[in-house]
């Protein structure tokens, strides 16, 4: 075991868990991960914390709910990282043990160049600063528009509100993605319309090898045209997963694309759209399944009001 890795799991669990001595702290890991759950485990062991690992069957979908048994743990702990291989971010596993108070930071895919290099590396009190304002600009709107290579989206966040995975879960019920950096809400169910531009990466694909064009009517994918359309589609099934569930903008001017959505859709100058999943944070969509598409350097309007052009911020 990495002496390297424990070290950088030790610093991490410290600056954004601020996991103490004494406490209870959980790892969740499946047989994919179960590597450098490991590592976070001896991390914790290192800190004084009453630490304890547990360790699943992979899941077939990010979304995907755990066992009862480890569901039932997680609302037991003070603190709990969840790294596996699909994501349990939008589990209600995940939603109900914050609500019970656990601090809890997910690390869906993540390699140990993520852990070592790139989003991880930021100064998170400068991404908790710009995701708070992001989010911010988010929660006080009451639509968005989407431009990108001469195709539009659009869709209504009236009355839903921002969420800010900011890296930083230090109080209680406090949650989100390590590596993290990103302003995220729930758009309002039936109302997005129009053509996304996917050019970036996809769960459950990784880096797209060809731009992906994908139509959404009263919102619903009803359309997707590229060569990893007909992956996407099967693992959004045919059903609620077509449903759009999310729209988030990356905050971590660190972070890079790589192929895996966890630091993909935390790259500062991109946006993602998600499918499937929203009922943990605003919305009421519930699929079983949860599916981002990052997309580079989009043109955003909140409002009409222009937000961000060709992947830049214009409002601060």
Do not use: W
Not at 121 to 126: G, K, L, N, V
Not at 201 to 217: D, P, Q, R, Y
Not at 250 to 276: C, M, P, Q
């Amino acid at each position: 075991m990495s002496q390297e890795l424990i070290g950088t799991c030790r610093s991490l669990l410290i600056k954004c868990l601020n996991l103490k001595a004494g406490e209870t702290f959980l790892v969740v890991t499946d047989d994919v991960k179960k590597d450098m759950a490991d590592s976070l485990y001896e991390a914790g062991q290192d800190i004084g914390a009453e630490a304890m690992l547990l360790l699943m069957k992979k899941r077939k979908k990010s979304g995907e709910e755990p066992p009862s048994a480890i569901a039932a743990a997680l609302k037991q702990a003070d603190a709990a990282v969840c790294i596996t291989e699909c994501s349990m971010s939008h589990t209600k596993a995940r939603k109900n043990a914050a609500a019970q108070g656990t601090r809890i930071a997910t690390m869906p895919g993540i390699t140990r160049d993520m852990f070592l290099e790139g989003a991880i590396t930021a100064d998170y009190q400068e991404v908790e600063e710009l995701t708070k304002r992001v989010t911010n600009l988010l929660s006080r709107g009451e639509s968005v528009t989407i431009e990108k290579e001469g195709y539009r989206f659009s869709f209504s966040i009236d009355g839903r509100k921002g969420v800010p995975s900011t890296g930083v879960y230090i109080h209680p019920g406090d949650s989100g993605n390590l590596p993290s950096g990103e302003a995220y809400i729930a758009p309002v169910e039936g109302t997005a319309n129009g053509q996304l531009f996917i050019d970036g990466s996809a769960v459950g694909i990784g880096k797209l090898s060809s731009n992906m064009i994908l139509t959404v009517e009263e919102g619903k994918l009803v359309q997707a045209v590229g060569d990893d359309a007909d992956t996407f589609l099967s693992l959004l099934g045919n059903g609620t997963g077509r449903l759009v569930g999310e729209f988030g903008i990356g905050t971590n001017k660190s972070a890079r694309i790589t192929g895996n959505v966890l630091e993909d859709e935390k790259v500062y100058g991109t946006a993602h759209v998600a499918f499937g999943s929203n009922l943990t944070f605003g919305g009421t969509i519930e699929a079983g399944v949860h599916l981002d598409g990052v997309f580079k350097e989009p043109t955003i309007y909140i409002d009409d009001r222009l937000v961000m052009e060709n992947g830049k911020l214009t409002i601060f």
